[in-house]
């Protein structure tokens, strides 16, 4: 294998990285978004779905230096940051 293709199959695979882990956060803030809009309307509410993209991108942020990992959110972290935001 020469080094050209070697190198470009290398920066292919950190793009496909980098690309999921922005589809991820993008995704992940809106279930924070879905959370505090339901807790601001009195209604229950769960940080799963926030979790497990979390865990995912944490993983993802294990293989390339420059992506920082995100903190795991509890259900307390929402209603501070709503309460925060009125």
Do not use: C, Q
Not at 36 to 54: A, K, Q, W, Y
Not at 55 to 83: F, G, Q, W
């Amino acid at each position: 294998m020469s080094v050209h293709k070697a190198l470009s199959d290398h920066a292919k695979k950190l793009n496909a990285i980098l690309t999921h882990y922005a589809n991820l956060d993008r995704e992940r803030e809106f279930y924070i978004e879905e959370a505090l809009s339901l807790f601001e309307r009195g209604l229950p509410f769960t940080t799963d779905n926030i979790n497990s993209i979390t865990i995912e991108m944490n993983k993802l942020s294990k293989k390339i230096e420059n992506l920082p990992p995100r903190k795991l959110v509890t259900k307390e972290m929402v209603e501070e940051y709503a309460n925060r935001r009125k």
